[in-house]
T-cell receptor, first 115, second 113 residues
Framework: AQSVSQHNHHVILSEAASLELGCNYSYGGTVNLFWYVQYPGQHLQLLLKYFSGDPLVKGIKGFEAEFIKSKFSFNLRKPSVQWSDTAEYFCAVKAPRAAGNKLTFGGGTRVLVKP | DGGITQSPKYLFRKEGQNVTLSCEQNLNHDAMYWYRQDPGQGLRLIYYSQIVNDFQKGDIAEGYSVSREKKESFPLTVTSAQKNPTAFYLC????????????FGEGSRLTVL
């Protein structure tokens, strides 16, 4: 079955540490890739997206993600986290039309940044 | 401000009762979606609608129903046939179905007692 996998369910780190969250998907063909973030008490919002072009995508709040086609991966990174980055992060993949043209989410990763 | 409004924010119901969750958007988006969020499972698609009077089942449609009589509105009914209805429900919209960028409401938390 087509799926999106996020490897870590929970991540705890200190301020100024580097963050990398893994995301792998199983769809073949052209896909659109997204990272969404849900801060405590807030609605889900888009962090960054990849449609085509440069596989290194920069998003808001210093986040970036790298699309590696050969590995079916779209990992999220931030060089130095802040306490305000505490949130749940979701990877999402928009499947090709043949797979229903739907947006499928990974299971999410809860990130806790300790001050 | 443009956005998506979900109501109610919290809802308690007894087993066997149907309940309808409201979703309204003023973004002039064609496509609307309902997702269910459970801990560790991410978001799972219940139903989606590309245009008025048309909607499609998502991955977990059993026990749910929707309508799309107006572009702005996409209510979700959780029926008594849904075996595990207690969850956080998220409504979203996008310009059209071909665009993966979704805008989300704040969600409705349903607890069935």
């Amino acid at each position: 079955a087509q799926s999106v996998s996020q490897h870590n369910h929970h991540v705890i780190l200190s301020e100024a540490a580097s963050l990398e969250l893994g995301c792998n998907y199983s769809y073949g063909g052209t896909v659109n890739l997204f990272w969404y973030v849900q801060y405590p008490g807030q609605h889900l919002q888009l962090l960054l997206k990849y449609f085509s072009g440069d596989p290194l995508v920069k998003g808001i709040k210093g986040f970036e993600a790298e699309f590696i086609k050969s590995k079916f991966s779209f990992n999220l990174r931030k060089p130095s986290v802040q306490w305000s980055d505490t949130a749940e992060y979701f990877c999402a993949v928009k499947a090709p039309r043949a797979a229903g043209n739907k947006l499928t989410f990974g299971g999410g990763t809860r990130v806790l940044v300790k001050p | 401000d443009g956005g998506i409004t979900q109501s109610p924010k919290y809802l308690f119901r007894k087993e066997g009762q149907n309940v309808t969750l409201s979703c309204e958007q003023n973004l002039n988006h064609d496509a609307m979606y309902w997702y269910r969020q459970d801990p560790g499972q991410g978001l799972r698609l219940i139903y989606y609608s590309q245009i008025v009077n048309d909607f499609q089942k998502g991955d977990i449609a059993e026990g749910y129903s929707v309508s799309r009589e107006k572009k702005e509105s996409f209510p979700l009914t959780v029926t008594s046939a849904q075996k595990n209805p207690t969850a956080f429900y998220l409504c979203a919209s996008s310009i059209d179905l071909g665009i993966g960028e979704l805008f989300f409401g704040e969600g409705s938390r349903l607890t069935v007692l």
